[in-house]
C-alpha cells in the first residue's frame, strides 16, 4: 500500500542552526504535501505545503522543496529557536486531501 | 474562528467495554476525518466524510470501530468493544472541501486509554 518514509526519527541541533528533514512518498498520485508541527498534549498544526506543481515554496524560516521524479521532499529550518522543538510530520496526499499518509514523524530538539 | 472541538480529552476504559467520541469541525468545513495516533507513530487515516457521506474507511476496523456524521456537522466514533491495542490518541480534522490539497484543522484528539 501506499506508504511514506520520514527520517531521522530524531533531531537535536543548536539554537541558531539549521534543521532539515526529509521525507519519501510511494504514491505516484500524491499531488499534496503538508508538513504539520505537533506540541506535547496537541493536535497537528499546518506550519507549511506544497503542491505538485511547485518545486519548491519559503515562509520565512521555513522552506519546503519537492522532487517529483524522485518522489522526494524536504523541510527546511533555518535559524532555529528553542520554541521550535516539537513533533514535524510530513504527509503525502491526493487531491482534497484524499488519501493522506503521514510520516511516523521527527522529534526536533533545539538546545539554547 | 473557533476550531476543530473534540470531547471527551481523555477516557479510561477496560477492555471489551464501549466508547465513543464527539467531534466538531470548524463550521463550513464538508470534510471531516478522523485519525488514529499511536504513540511514537504518525496520524493514520481511520475514515473521511464529505459532507455525510465515506469516502475512504479502508483502515477503519469495521468489525469493532463505526463512525457517522448524520447531519454533515458533527461526527461521532465508537469502538465496541475495545481491545488494548486500541490505546491511542484519536484525532478529529476537518477541511474546506474544494480543489486540489486543502489545509486540515486537527483538534486536541482524545487520549484513550484501554486496560
Known amino acids: 500500500g501506499e506508504n511514506v518514509e520520514q527520517h531521522p526519527s530524531t533531531l537535536s541541533v543548536q539554537e541558531g542552526d539549521s534543521a532539515v528533514i526529509k521525507c519519501t512518498y510511494s504514491d505516484s498520485a500524491s499531488n499534496y504535501f503538508p508538513w504539520y508541527k505537533q506540541e506535547l498534549g496537541k493536535g497537528p498544526q499546518l506550519i507549511i505545503d506544497?503542491?505538485?506543481?511547485?518545486g519548491e515554496k519559503k515562509d520565512q524560516r521555513i522552506a519546503v522543496t519537492l522532487n517529483k521524479t524522485a518522489k522526494h521532499f524536504s523541510l527546511h529550518i533555518t535559524e532555529t529557536q528553542p520554541e521550535d522543538s516539537a513533533v514535524y510530520f510530513c504527509?503525502?496526499?491526493?487531491?482534497?486531501?484524499?488519501?493522506?499518509?503521514f510520516g511516523a514523524g521527527t522529534r526536533l530538539f533545539v538546545k539554547a | 474562528e473557533a476550531g476543530v472541538a473534540q470531547s471527551p480529552r481523555y477516557k479510561i476504559i477496560e477492555k471489551r467495554q464501549s466508547v465513543a467520541f464527539w467531534c466538531n469541525p470548524i463550521?463550513?468545513?464538508?470534510?471531516l476525518y478522523w485519525y488514529q495516533q499511536i504513540l511514537g507513530q504518525g496520524p493514520k487515516l481511520l475514515i473521511q466524510f464529505q459532507n455525510n457521506g465515506v469516502v475512504d474507511d479502508s483502515q477503519l476496523p469495521k468489525d469493532r470501530f463505526s463512525a457517522e456524521r448524520l447531519k454533515g456537522v458533527d461526527s461521532t466514533l465508537k469502538i465496541q468493544p475495545a481491545k488494548l491495542e486500541d490505546s491511542a490518541v484519536y484525532l478529529c480534522?476537518?477541511?474546506?472541501?474544494?480543489?486540489?490539497?486543502?489545509?486540515?484543522?486537527f483538534g486536541q484528539g482524545t487520549r484513550l486509554t484501554v486496560v
Open positions: 506544497i503542491r505538485s506543481n511547485v
Open positions: 480534522a476537518s477541511s474546506w472541501a474544494g480543489g486540489m490539497g486543502t489545509e486540515a484543522f
Open positions: 504527509a503525502a496526499s491526493r487531491g482534497g486531501g484524499f488519501k493522506t499518509i
Open positions: 463550521s463550513g468545513h464538508a470534510t
